[in-house]
């Protein structure tokens, strides 16, 4: 659950919210842009209340957002993909004020210590179907994320 005590100890000592570690990580954001053919995607930290992104691509400032206003909320809450072709008709991103500029959204889970601390995301402007092997992809890319994670001297 996103609140659950054990799952906030771990996105804490992750170091998934330190800059050193978004240093580290600033490659993998780009090839999950690049590996998809995304127009941006995100390395993202969720703690019970916020979703902060990490690291972007394109490179520049990401605000941090309530969590509930973004699909790694889902990402935390369901510990799997959430896979949105037309974020205009679904059910989770139909409402969320990205919206009108991004139309499509494949996030999949970022693994600490068996918790879900974050999520890797891609968004297109376009509405499309986002095929199997983008999905497996990406799954790659989280994997490297938390095996970064995993290297990195833990943290209390």
């Not at 609140?3 to 919210?17: F, I, W």
């Not at 993202?44 to 973004?70: I, Q, S």
């Not at 993909?81 to 205009?88: K, R, S, T, Y």
Request: charged share 20%.
């Amino acid at each position: 659950m996103i609140d659950d005590a054990e799952r906030l100890q771990a996105l804490r000592a992750s170091g998934l919210l330190d800059k050193d570690t978004a240093a580290r990580l600033d490659h993998l954001a780009f090839a999950a842009a690049r590996l998809v053919l995304a127009d941006v995607a995100q390395i993202n930290a969720v703690d019970h209340e916020t979703t902060y992104t990490v690291v972007g691509w394109p490179p520049g400032v990401w605000p941090d957002k309530p969590a509930r206003l973004t699909g790694c909320w889902e990402i935390i809450r369901l510990g799997r993909p959430l896979i949105v072709n037309d974020a205009n008709t679904h059910p989770i991103t139909c409402n969320l004020p990205w919206v009108p500029i991004m139309q499509s959204y494949l996030g999949v889970p970022v693994f600490f210590d068996t918790h879900v601390v974050g999520s890797v995301c891609v968004l297109s402007a376009e509405p499309r179907t986002w095929k199997s092997m983008e999905i497996c992809a990406l799954e790659g890319v989280a994997r490297l994320v938390g095996m970064s994670l995993e290297d990195a001297p833990l943290r209390s």
